[in-house]
């Protein structure tokens, strides 16, 4: 029988401590919704005693959400943990999460106090909070760096003071997964009660080793993993959920199975990195958008000969369409020839090859090669390859309202239209819109400086969602708003 690992969301408590990533209630509402529909096992939807509006929005989520364990988080003091019950008296089902360093470094320079009286002040804590819950987690923060005998006597105490969860934090992210997997190996050796409760791990990514921590301690009996869609929180972040569900579901060796509909996890990254307006980085595992993009001719040649050469899981899996084959001087015939194929035109190894040397002039002076650059190299004239700026002209700044004229020439006609906006970029956008009909959701929109200094050049890339297909778009300009509706034209020619 697989062993069952639970999944313990803090999006909106780690997660959301991290500056500028900071929800409204109605947004937290939405992504603990889109967390039930992913199937995690427990929720942790906030700190209540750090704000009323914290409280408040713990309180709204455990009116809406059905089947999650909520969870409320609390320092190992009373009024921290009267304001999680709180937060936590409509909840269905609800968990007082409590917690207190163990490790000397805080004990001695942030609590200048002894092992002995923070271990009575865990013990006081536990046994206060269950008096409003039966189900009480237990939190030793900077356990990564507590010596284990002092860790398991703690432990211990929390036990038998009445937790029914133990987390040992790698708070720091310190650990070497080793060390980590041995810690826990450790604790049940020599914790007594440890097999009645469920171990759980919170490991940040100081160092970049989050996930595979989480995954030295599930090896080593740990039955909860605490992370974050995405990674996001303090620092470098929290273990990132889609990482672990997917270590766990890839490796079958590791004989563990989840609640999670895997399906789910790009929707719900494409949701909190839209309302935390946190990017994704691109090449992030699982969900960064190079994840299933490949660019180098051998690797192209063998994803379509069998995509097991070089994907170990289907984009499908996480809720991708496809894979993408990028186009640029490092791809192969192959690969040309499977986009010339989707564009619908017929090729002969003898054309091919000619294209392909054409094709290699063109890669080497632009970085990537789109859909209206093959159908130029097919010998289709640049009138009839998609929309080009004329002129762009707009107004912003304060007080002036966000005004822009765009004129595109497309297949030889020139069309000018114009809008109001929340910004020149939404001006230029929606005058846009009004020229292309294509009704589509932008989901991500980027601007990074190339190189620096004042006199740089901009690239944007946008990331817009049309018929349920995500398309990419870049524009490079000294202009912000020139390169940002290149992206957006780029992006809108690409379109199906
Ligand atoms: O990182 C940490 O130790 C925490 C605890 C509150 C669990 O976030
Ligand atoms: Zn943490």
Not at 6 to 22: A, K, W, Y
Not at 24 to 30: A, D, Q, R, W
């Amino acid at each position: 029988m697989k062993n069952r690992i639970f999944i313990f969301d803090t999006t909106l408590r780690d997660g959301e401590q991290v500056p500028g990533c900071q929800l409204n209630t109605v947004e937290k509402i939405e992504v603990a919704k889109n967390l039930e529909n992913l199937g995690v096992d427990i929720i942790e939807a906030g700190f209540p005693i750090s704000s009323p509006g914290d409280l408040k929005s713990v309180q709204e989520i455990t009116k809406v959400i059905k089947k999650p364990v909520i969870a409320a988080l609390s320092r190992a003091i009373k009024g921290d943990i009267d304001a999680a019950v709180e937060s936590l008296k409509f909840a269905k089902r609800k968990r007082i999460h409590t917690f207190i360093s163990s490790s000397d470094i805080h004990i001695i320079h942030q609590f200048k106090s002894t092992r002995e009286k923070i271990t009575e002040q865990a013990v006081e804590a536990i046994k206060y909070a269950k008096k409003y819950a039966e189900d009480v987690e237990f939190s030793a923060m900077d356990a990564g760096r507590t010596e284990n005998k002092f860790l398991a006597y703690f432990i211990a105490q929390a036990i038998k003071a009445g937790a029914t969860t133990v987390n040992i934090p790698d708070t720091t992210g310190y650990c070497l997964p080793s060390e980590f997997g041995a810690k826990i190996k450790y604790l049940f050796n020599n914790v007594p009660g440890i097999e009645d409760v469920i171990v759980a791990v919170h490991c940040h990514n100081d160092l970049g080793m989050a996930t595979a921590n989480s995954i030295a301690a599930v090896q080593n009996g740990a039955r909860q993993l605490e992370v974050t869609v995405n990674g996001v929180g303090e620092r470098a972040g929290n273990t990132a959920l889609e990482e672990v569900v997917m270590v766990l579901k890839t490796r079958e060796d590791l004989n563990t199975e989840t609640n999670i509909n895997t399906q789910r996890i790009y929707p719900i990254s494409r949701l909190v990195s839209g309302l935390m307006k946190m990017p994704v980085q691109a090449n992030k595992a699982i969900v960064g958008r190079n994840a299933f993009a490949h660019s180098s001719g051998i690797h192209q040649n063998g994803i379509l000969k069998n995509r097991l050469t070089y994907e170990i899981i289907s984009p499908q899996e996480v809720g991708i369409k496809e894979s993408s084959l990028a186009l640029t001087a490092r791809s192969g015939r192959a690969a040309l020839a499977h986009h010339l194929k989707r564009l619908g035109f017929k090729t002969t190894p003898q054309k091919l090859d000619q294209i392909y040397q054409q094709f290699l002039v063109v890669a080497d002076k632009k970085k990537e090669i789109n859909d209206n650059d093959l159908r130029m190299l097919m010998g289709q004239s640049a009138s009839e390859t998609g929309a080009k700026i004329v002129s762009i002209e707009v107004t912003g700044g304060f007080p002036a309202k966000p005004h822009a004229t765009v004129t595109l020439s497309i297949k030889n006609k020139i069309i000018t239209q114009k809008a109001d906006g929340n910004g020149p970029v939404n001006a230029a956008f929606l005058a846009i819109d009004k020229i292309i009909k294509k009704e589509n959701k932008l989901e991500e929109y980027l601007v990074q400086a190339v190189t620096r200094g004042i006199d740089d050049f901009a690239k944007v890339h946008v990331q817009i969602d049309y018929k349920g297909v995500v398309y990419y778009g870049l524009g490079v300009d000294t202009d912000v708003i020139v390169a940002s509706v290149k992206a957006y034209l780029d992006v809108l020619n690409k379109l199906k």
